[in-house]
């Protein structure tokens, strides 16, 4: 049994389709996809099978429809920031409110104690709506396709709340097999979940616990797979020279693929989603041959 794990990075994720082409070319018959954040929806588009599909959910998209500001988290802050803000000259109402909202942060800790109460807020709901990236999910992802498919697809998240602002060695990582989801809805959260960087994403409640981006604990997911039995695994990066941790069983085989080049940073290349994902494609195809040609 052949696994593969895929790794988070946004925009970059482009890249693991290429690395998908290129296994398929190869006769690599994948039983088993482990996926975190973007590799989760990478994950599903492997499962089902269909290549062209899978590239055109990268190639066919307008790339600002994943840059809509969460309105409910603008209006928050703004409200927060004009009650302490309003300037006096608009009369004894606005006055008075904002003497109010001060007093009640000097009795909890001042502003410090607003400031990360804030901070806490933003992390859990994100600056960005998630409408846009559930219709994306939707319109690519076939639950029939996965639960149909003969393959497993396990789907990372993160708990611990707050994930973000606590220590790495609080936070939970918790694998679904999406082959277990009861409805296309379920399936769509699942994701949603795995995909959702704080302070960019809504934290997703399943089974009313929050939960965040899968790679926020373990930024390749090997291990749902090696417990499903899997000896051979190939694990995609999304930066360059990256190797996967030491396997629990000493009888696994990792082999690493990785960028032969920068992908860029976090703004020019986790979030930006208007770059060439051909090229994208094309150099992970290219990174994956040369890595495993001679592994199969």
């Not at 409200?79 to 909202?101: E, F, M, Q």
Request: net charge positive; proline share 5%.
């Amino acid at each position: 049994m052949i696994g593969l794990a895929l790794g988070g990075g946004g925009a970059r994720g482009a890249y693991q389709i290429g690395a998908w082409q290129a296994l398929a070319e190869l006769k690599v018959d994948i039983t088993g996809v482990a996926g975190a954040s973007i590799g989760a929806f990478n994950g599903a588009l492997i499962v089902q099978g269909d290549l062209d599909r899978a590239i055109r959910a990268w190639t066919d998209f307008d790339p600002s429809r994943l840059r809509r500001f969460n309105p409910r988290t603008i209006s928050r802050l703004l409200g927060d920031a004009a009650l302490i803000l309003l300037p006096w000259p608009l009369g004894k109402i606005s006055a008075g409110v904002r003497t109010a909202r001060l007093l009640s942060l000097l009795r909890t800790g001042a502003r410090a104690a607003g400031t990360a109460k804030a901070i806490v807020d933003l992390a859990r709901t994100g600056c960005l709506d998630d409408q846009m990236l559930r219709e994306l999910i939707t319109r690519y992802v076939s639950w029939e396709a996965i639960v149909g498919s003969g393959k497993k697809l396990y789907i990372s998240t993160t708990t611990g709340w707050p994930v973000v602002l606590g220590p790495r060695a609080r936070r939970q990582a918790i694998y679904h097999e999406a082959g277990q989801t009861r409805s296309p809805a379920e399936l769509v959260d699942l994701i949603t979940a795995s995909m959702s960087l704080p302070f960019i994403y809504s934290a997703v409640a399943l089974d009313d616990v929050r939960h965040l981006d899968g790679g926020l604990k373990d930024r390749i997911p090997i291990s749902p797979l090696e417990q499903s039995g899997v000896r051979k695994i190939v694990a995609v990066h999304l930066k360059p020279d990256r190797t996967t941790d030491s396997p629990a069983c000493p009888q696994t085989e990792i082999i690493d693929v990785s960028p032969s080049r920068d992908l860029g940073g976090f703004f020019k290349g986790t979030l930006n989603f208007g770059r060439d994902m051909m090229e994208l494609i094309e150099l992970g195809y290219q990174d994956t041959l040369a890595a495993c040609q001679e592994k199969f």
